[in-house]
């Protein structure tokens, strides 16, 4: 779109339709409208200016005046612009985590809370998962913390790839994620945390200054209620079961699916 259109305004209701229209569209909200005015006649400069022209020029059209008030007027859409998209950026950015590119804890807080408070559309419910790499602590004192963050980033890509469109994953602290997906059967999210699961131990990572890929596994807890969920904190019973059920997995050997109900 250009950054400035020009309108001529005459005394029908043509050009005032033409200002209302574009700035009322997505596209040109943010573009320049100056109008342009035969006569000096306020009344219409007023009307002109009521449906969002940035600029008015009575008279008819004057070169220098036009070319002051572009000059101006995108000048200042610049600088408009560049703050939306510092503001679009920073927004975004306080939903991802900057190490691996998925969204964040304060994602999934807030996208859990939400699937627990609307009505499930196919009648499945919905599903949290927790997982959690299996010894990575390990990881890290054997072959240092730039190999973990390494470990971390390729399996959040193997996970989200894996997950795809279903829901969201999100890395919620150190090397623990949470799987979210809505209108879900127990069924369909045993398994999906199965294939979870196998992407990533069927598959050793490698290493840098590693002779030899690294075999990693990771366990899987999940819980599956149905929304909507009471009143109160549905985010703190939602985590205590699908983390008992993590535990579980744990308990059982590690690279392990476990599910839990969660109490109303």
């Given at each position: 779109?250009?950054?400035?259109?020009l309108?001529?305004?005459?005394?029908?209701?043509?050009?005032?339709?033409?200002?209302?229209d574009?700035?009322?569209?997505?596209?040109?909200?943010?573009?320049?409208?100056?109008?342009?005015?035969?006569?000096?006649n306020?009344?219409?400069?007023?009307?002109?200016?009521?449906?969002?022209?940035?600029?008015?020029?009575?008279?008819?059209?004057?070169?220098?005046?036009?070319q002051?008030?572009?000059?101006?007027?995108?000048?200042?859409?610049?600088?408009?612009?560049?703050?939306?998209?510092?503001?679009?950026?920073?927004?975004?950015?306080?939903?991802?985590?900057p190490?691996?590119?998925?969204h964040?804890?304060?994602?999934?807080?807030?996208?859990?809370?939400?699937?627990?408070?609307?009505?499930?559309?196919?009648?499945?419910?919905?599903?949290?998962?927790?997982?959690?790499?299996?010894?990575?602590?390990?990881i890290?004192?054997?072959?240092?913390?730039?190999?973990?963050?390494?470990?971390?980033?390729?399996?959040?890509?193997?996970?989200?790839?894996?997950?795809?469109?279903a829901?969201?994953?999100?890395?919620?602290?150190?090397?623990?994620?949470?799987?979210?997906?809505?209108?879900?059967?127990?069924?369909?999210?045993m398994?999906?945390?199965?294939?979870?699961?196998?992407c990533?131990?069927?598959?050793?990572?490698?290493?840098?200054?590693?002779?030899?890929?690294?075999?990693?596994?990771?366990?899987?807890?999940?819980?599956?209620?149905?929304?909507p969920?009471?009143?109160?904190?549905?985010?703190?019973?939602?985590?205590?079961?699908?983390?008992?059920?993590?535990?579980?997995?744990?308990?059982?050997?590690?690279?392990?699916?476990r599910?839990?109900?969660?109490?109303?």
């Amino acid at each position: 779109m250009p950054d400035a259109i020009l309108i001529e305004i005459d005394t029908t209701a043509a050009g005032l339709n033409t200002l209302a229209d574009l700035k009322s569209r997505g596209a040109t909200r943010h573009t320049v409208l100056i109008a342009v005015l035969a006569d000096e006649n306020a009344t219409m400069a007023s009307e002109a200016l009521d449906p969002g022209a940035d600029a008015v020029c009575m008279g008819g059209f004057y070169v220098e005046e036009v070319q002051l008030h572009l000059d101006n007027q995108i000048a200042r859409k610049a600088r408009m612009d560049q703050m939306r998209a510092s503001l679009k950026r920073g927004l975004a950015e306080s939903w991802v985590d900057p190490l691996t590119g998925l969204h964040n804890r304060r994602y999934a807080m807030q996208a859990m809370d939400q699937m627990a408070r609307q009505p499930s559309q196919t009648g499945h419910g919905f599903v949290v998962m927790l997982a959690d790499l299996d010894h990575f602590k390990t990881i890290n004192d054997r072959f240092g913390h730039v190999s973990g963050d390494q470990v971390l980033t390729e399996a959040a890509k193997r996970m989200k790839r894996t997950v795809s469109a279903a829901g969201f994953v999100a890395r919620i602290g150190g090397e623990e994620f949470m799987i979210g997906l809505p209108n879900s059967s127990q069924a369909g999210a045993m398994d999906l945390a199965k294939t979870l699961r196998d992407c990533i131990s069927k598959t050793p990572f490698s290493l840098p200054d590693t002779a030899a890929p690294v075999p990693v596994t990771i366990s899987i807890g999940l819980t599956a209620p149905n929304p909507p969920l009471p009143l109160g904190d549905p985010e703190e019973r939602l985590l205590k079961s699908a983390d008992t059920a993590l535990y579980a997995a744990k308990k059982a050997g590690r690279n392990q699916v476990r599910i839990r109900q969660c109490s109303a």
